[in-house]
């Protein structure tokens, strides 16, 4: 969810239907975004709860209207605090510290390795120059391993 939010991802809400009846990769952001929404609708509410709204619901008023009773805000006040809440929460520091920051140094490292071991190529390819192992004594072996001489 913080590079949804990093890369400036956050549909609105009605986006975010149709997102969760999307492909899979594209409804696992968005039950993440729909889970925050959710939370943040309990939060604005006075009581904490989504009790209120759910009652006001099931009685079959609209979302919106359902939305600005309990929480104070029109719908479109809503997205904007949830948009602000979501990018004060998910930002690129806490993806760093939530683990990106290893994969980006371990990418660091790999990147290192490899550029050592291109430099040193021809250094190992001049050390292997001219170098000949003589051939084994296999009488020299047998009698070493026996102990005999």
């Not at 490292?109 to 292997?128: E, N, S």
Request: charged share 25%; glycine share 10%; hydrophobic share 45%.
């Amino acid at each position: 969810m913080n590079l949804a939010v990093i890369r400036g991802a956050i549909p609105d809400l009605r986006g975010l239907d149709g997102a969760l009846r999307g492909s899979s990769s594209t409804a696992d952001a968005a039950y993440a975004l729909a889970a925050s929404a959710v939370t943040e609708l309990a939060r604005r509410n006075p009581s904490g709860t989504l009790r209120p709204l759910l009652e006001r619901l099931a009685k079959g008023e609209d979302f919106g209207q359902a939305v600005l009773a309990t929480t104070g805000l029109s719908l479109e006040q809503f997205e904007q605090v949830w948009r602000r809440s979501l990018r004060g929460r998910y930002n690129l520091a806490a993806w760093l510290l939530a683990g990106g920051g290893w994969g980006l140094l371990a990418l660091v490292v790999w990147i290192f390795v490899r550029r050592r071991r291109a430099a040193d190529l021809p250094r190992r390819a001049a050390l292997d120059e001219g170098w000949e192992v003589p051939p084994e004594d296999v009488a020299t072996t047998e009698l070493d391993r026996t102990g005999e001489r």
